[in-house]
């Protein structure tokens, strides 16, 4: 289940609040044989995050059935002092979910260890949940974690009825923005639905990319990335270039990436002009990106590369209004129940 991208904090009761986390979104199915940890678009990952796998056996084991849970996998970050999660730590993470070196990935989950945070349960043991609202799922996933040790690796999400708190709180920490969900709402698999609201205090997106440009000058392999989302028709339309958020290895990683995938024709509805020769692509890959705003005509300012998502499909990826980052704080608390 998706969230739909919200403006304000919902008027009127019956609303819980959650951290918008700066990870990988995974439905973790656990049994007595078996964990699976598949992304949105249907990946596995339980060869990058052993520890997780680790910790989600031994809770199955606990448990003794099968169970099926849905959260977000972070990068392990100190607490801020008002709170985790802290500012955005989505670029360590990145760096694991790619790997295939059992040895890399070993010493990784040792030296910059990740951590499920569950914040629904889907199924428990015979009983499928999606029929249930969100306030009974809740209570079954937090009976579920009852006799749970305190494990860094494994936690149930933070929630709260106070919306304009978690809020002020996401502001003064750094947070990506919160996730806003009806207490009475079902859980619609695969669905975006306006019973889950995303406010977003930052602009971070995910683009396609569609080509790239040679660099110039003293840059290595590339110059920049042509980026590009999915209008309602479901056309890609470009909206901007950028190079910035890259060290050297990182701009020899995404030119073999690319170069593998390279084409012809420009997939963008209207091709860009730009100033050094292009390289198209397929519309493939999909990066994580932050920017300053949208402009006018249509286009990022000052966007900064964060990594590779290959946990999405490129054509999920669309344009994405602005959320609540020109709300003041005052106006904030005018729109809590």
């Given at each position: ?34 964990v699976r940890l598949v992304t949105r678009n249907g990946k596995e990952k339980q060869p990058q995050f052993p ?182 028709s479901g056309r890609l339309v470009y909206v901007g270039h950028m190079g910035g958020g890259f060290d050297r ?31 198209w692509v397929a519309p493939k890959v999909v990066v994580e990106v932050k920017f300053a705003e949208w402009t ?42």
């Amino acid at each position: 289940m998706y969230a739909t991208l919200g403006h304000a904090i919902p008027r009127g009761g019956g609303w819980t609040y959650e951290p918008k986390y700066d990870g990988m979104r995974v439905v973790a199915d656990i049994s007595a044989r078996r964990v699976r940890l598949v992304t949105r678009n249907g990946k596995e990952k339980q060869p990058q995050f052993p520890e997780v796998v680790a910790a989600l056996r031994s809770l199955g084991s606990r448990i003794g059935h099968r169970v099926v849970l849905d959260g977000e996998i972070v990068a392990r970050r100190r607490r801020s002092r008002a709170g985790a999660p802290a500012a955005s730590e989505f670029q360590p993470l990145q760096a694991r979910m790619h790997l295939k070196d059992t040895r890399e990935i070993a010493r990784l989950s040792v030296e910059a260890p990740a951590t499920l945070v569950v914040f629904d349960a889907l199924r428990d043991g015979r009983a499928t949940l999606t029929s249930w609202p969100w306030r009974e799922r809740r209570a079954r996933l937090e009976s579920l974690f009852a006799d749970a040790p305190d494990e860094p690796t494994l936690r149930i999400g933070e929630t709260s009825a106070r919306g304009a708190t978690m809020l002020a709180r996401a502001r003064r920490a750094g947070w990506e923005g919160i996730i806003a969900k009806r207490t009475e709402a079902l859980y619609q698999p695969g669905a975006r639905s306006d019973d889950w609201l995303k406010l977003k205090l930052q602009f971070r997106a995910e683009f396609v990319v569609g080509g790239f440009t040679e660099p110039r000058n003293s840059r290595p392999y590339l110059g920049a990335l042509l980026l590009g989302a999915h209008d309602v028709s479901g056309r890609l339309v470009y909206v901007g270039h950028m190079g910035g958020g890259f060290d050297r290895e990182g701009l020899r990683t995404m030119r073999d990436r690319l170069d593998k995938i390279e084409r012809k024709a420009s997939p963008f509805a209207v091709a860009p002009r730009t100033n050094e020769p292009a390289h198209w692509v397929a519309p493939k890959v999909v990066v994580e990106v932050k920017f300053a705003e949208w402009t006018s005509d249509g286009r990022l300012r000052q966007p900064i590369y964060l990594g590779v998502r290959d946990d999405k499909a490129a054509r999920d990826v669309t344009i994405e209004g602005v959320s609540m980052q020109r709300w003041g704080t005052g106006e904030i608390a005018n729109d809590a129940a």
